[in-house]
């Protein structure tokens, strides 16, 4: 089955730096890579997406890019502010088995 | 519309109990999975349902139940509880080829 990794686990910038989140998938059936953030006690919300057809996605100050040939896929946060702080997961979904396989999140500090 | 409606927030249940996680969504998302999120340890698929009366085995099903009786619910049972299923669980439903909506989770304690 897919397998999704995901790093770093912990990251911490200071408010106005980038942060950068990496993650690397197995199945090159895999066509749609979600981001979610989670803040602490909160569920997880879809920020950006993007599907295999696209190199990269943005909306304001974040970012999604895909490199398909080397399987892998990262967000970008430009101009952290403290409220970016929180969890966030990748995912890849593959047709085949019909699935969504999560990373296991990186916990992002921003600081003041 | 309320989204992916999740019932009870939080339960405490004595080892050996059995009891059902509620999950609704009014979007008609045909797609709905169970996760459970442990510390360290990300979102992990218990079952799935990609339609109504088709469910399918995820990562971790072992000691839970699901049934997808109609688009709108899908609710999970833990058939006897163990300390070991304390987490907290996430329903969530999508679209085809969409991302996923969550509900607002169940803290389940088993002591």
């Known amino acids: 089955g897919e397998n999704v990794e995901q790093h770093p686990s912990t990251l911490s910038v200071q408010e106005g730096d980038s942060a950068v989140i990496k993650c690397t998938y197995s199945?090159?059936?895999?066509?749609?890579f979600p981001w979610y953030k989670q803040e602490l006690g909160k569920r997880p919300q879809l920020i950006i997406d993007i599907r295999s057809n696209v190199g990269e996605k943005k909306d304001q100050r974040i970012a999604v890019t895909l490199n398909k040939t080397a399987k892998h896929f990262s967000l970008h946060i430009t101009e952290t502010q403290p409220e970016d702080s929180a969890v966030y997961f990748c995912a890849s979904h593959t047709l085949t088995g019909n699935q969504f396989y999560f990373g296991t999140g990186t916990s992002l500090t921003v600081i003041p | 519309n309320a989204g992916v409606t999740q019932t009870p927030k939080f339960q405490v249940l004595k080892t050996g109990q059995s009891m059902t996680l509620q999950c609704a969504q009014d979007m008609n998302h045909e797609y709905m999975s169970w996760y459970r999120q442990d510390p360290g340890m990300g979102l992990r698929l218990i079952h799935y349902?990609?339609?109504?009366?088709?469910?399918d085995q995820g990562e971790v099903p072992n000691g839970y139940n699901v049934s997808r009786s109609t688009t709108e619910d899908f609710p999970l049972r833990l058939l006897s509880a163990a300390p070991s299923q304390t987490s907290v669980y996430f329903c969530?439903?999508?679209?085809?080829?969409?991302?996923?909506?969550f509900g607002s989770g169940t803290r389940l304690t088993v002591v």
């Open positions: 199945d090159s059936a895999s066509n749609y």
């Open positions: 349902s990609v339609g109504a009366g088709i469910t």
């Open positions: 969530a439903s999508s679209f085809q080829g969409g991302g996923y909506t």
